[in-house]
C-alpha cells in the first residue's frame, strides 16, 4: 500500500475519524462509523466505499448488516503513526446501552448467549488461550480442548453438525464479537443444564442465577455479575 495513497484517503477528517473508530480491531456498522465521525449515514456510505476500495477496509457481511474493519494490522499501525504527528479524531460515543436495555447484558441470538456477557466470555477464552481467531471464525486451540471437554462438551460430534463449527458473530449491541455456530450453541445449552442461566419461552431476555454467577467465575473467569 502506497503510503501518498493512503494518507489522501485520509485527508478527509470524516474518513479519518471512521478509520481511527476502528483501530482497537472492532467491526462496527456504517450506522455506528456515521454517528461516530458525526456524519449522515449517506455521507457514510460514500466514505467507506473509497476506503475499501482503496484498501484501507474490508467488509464482511452478518445476517443482513455489513460491517467495516481495517483491512490489515498494517493499516493500523499506520493510522497510529499518523495520528501520533496530527492527533487522533474526535469521536462521539454512544451512552451506556446497558443501563437503559436490560437485553444488552445477556439475551438469546438464535441459540446461543449475546450480550455484554457473551463478548465478555469470548474475550476471556482468548485472553486464556481456549479459542484464537482464524479469518472470520474462532479455532479452538488444544487448551481448549481440553476445557472444554472437562465442561462437559463433545467437540468433535459439534464439528460433525452441518453448520459452522464456532462463529465470529457480531453482537449488536456491544458491537464486537461472541461466539455463535454449534459452539456457542453448545456452551448455552450446557449453561441452562447447569443452572447458570434461565429465560422465559418467547423472551430474549436470559438471567444468570447466583450459581450461574460462581460458575462462570471460577470455571471461566468471567464476572457474570450485573
Known amino acids: 500500500m502506497e503510503l501518498h495513497k493512503v494518507v489522501a484517503l485520509l485527508g478527509v477528517p470524516a474518513r ?6 476502528l483501530v482497537g480491531g472492532d467491526a462496527l456498522p456504517a450506522s455506528e462509523l456515521a454517528y461516530r465521525a458525526g456524519v449522515t449515514p449517506q455521507t457514510a456510505s460514500h466514505h467507506l466505499a473509497r476506503m475499501v476500495d482503496g484498501g484501507l477496509l474490508a467488509v464482511e457481511r452478518c445476517l443482513r448488516y455489513r460491517y467495516y ?3 490489515s494490522p498494517a ?3 499506520i493510522l ?3 495520528m501520533a504527528l496530527s492527533g487522533p479524531p474526535i469521536l462521539k460515543n454512544r ?3 446497558a443501563a437503559v436495555d436490560p437485553l444488552c447484558q445477556a439475551r438469546s441470538c438464535y441459540d446461543h448467549l449475546a450480550g455484554s456477557l457473551a463478548v465478555a466470555l469470548a474475550d476471556t477464552l482468548r485472553r486464556n488461550g481456549w479459542i484464537n481467531l482464524q479469518e472470520r471464525d474462532y479455532q479452538v486451540t488444544e487448551i481448549g480442548e481440553h476445557g472444554f471437554a472437562a465442561f ?3 467437540l468433535p460430534a459439534l464439528r460433525h453438525q452441518q453448520r459452522l463449527f464456532a462463529r465470529r458473530c457480531i453482537d449488536w449491541s456491544e458491537r464486537r464479537p ?3 455456530g454449534a459452539l456457542g450453541a453448545a456452551l448455552m445449552t450446557r449453561f441452562q443444564e447447569s443452572g447458570w442461566i434461565r429465560k422465559n419461552p418467547g423472551d430474549r431476555k ?3 442465577s447466583s450459581v450461574g454467577q460462581q460458575g462462570l467465575w471460577k470455571t471461566f473467569g468471567v464476572d457474570a455479575t450485573p
Open 152 to 154: 462437559g462438551l463433545d
Open 75 to 77: 493499516v493500523a499501525e
Open 69 to 71: 474493519r481495517l483491512a
Open 206 to 208: 436470559i438471567w444468570v
Open 95 to 97: 451512552p451506556d446501552r
Open 80 to 82: 497510529e503513526s499518523l
Open 16 to 21: 479519518a475519524a471512521m478509520a481511527w473508530a
Open 178 to 180: 461472541h461466539i455463535g
